[in-house]
Nanobody
Framework: QVQLVESGGGLVQAGGSLRLSCAASGLTASTYTMGWFRQAPGKEREFVATIRSGGVTYYADSVKGRFSISRDNAKNTVYLQMNSLKPEDTAVYYC?????????????????WGQGTQVTVSS
């Protein structure tokens, strides 16, 4: 059974940093495309970043240059380092895996999801 458990969310001031973690069990993170999505209140869930099994990374334009996705194979964990945070980054952040092979940016192309972790950026 696949489980994805996010942690690391919290309250931070604008300009600050947070690092989110996604601990995976039931799958080997290094062989899977792993992604981060986020959902702000009243908005649809949106793509943030993804890392392919070969290590290639992709980012939403809104976070490019500020966020960085990485993976620790020994810990079977994927990270999202978030720097220069803005109030508009406030959302619940979800880890995703089980990519089905379509568009990396679409939520319906991922089969496994974590429960989410809240990130709140104050101005």
């Amino acid at each position: 059974q696949v489980q994805l458990v996010e942690s690391g969310g919290g309250l931070v001031q604008a300009g600050g940093s947070l690092r989110l973690s996604c601990a995976a069990s039931g799958l080997t993170a290094s062989t899977y495309t792993m992604g981060w999505f986020r959902q702000a209140p009243g908005k649809e869930r949106e793509f943030v970043a993804t890392i392919r099994s070969g290590g290639v990374t992709y980012y939403a334009d809104s976070v490019k240059g500020r966020f960085s996705i990485s993976r620790d194979n020994a810990k079977n964990t994927v990270y999202l380092q978030m720097n220069s945070l803005k109030p508009e980054d406030t959302a619940v952040y979800y880890c995703a895996a089980g990519f089905k092979g379509g568009s990396l940016y679409m939520i319906d192309q991922y089969g496994y999801w974590g429960q989410g972790t809240q990130v709140t950026v104050s101005s």
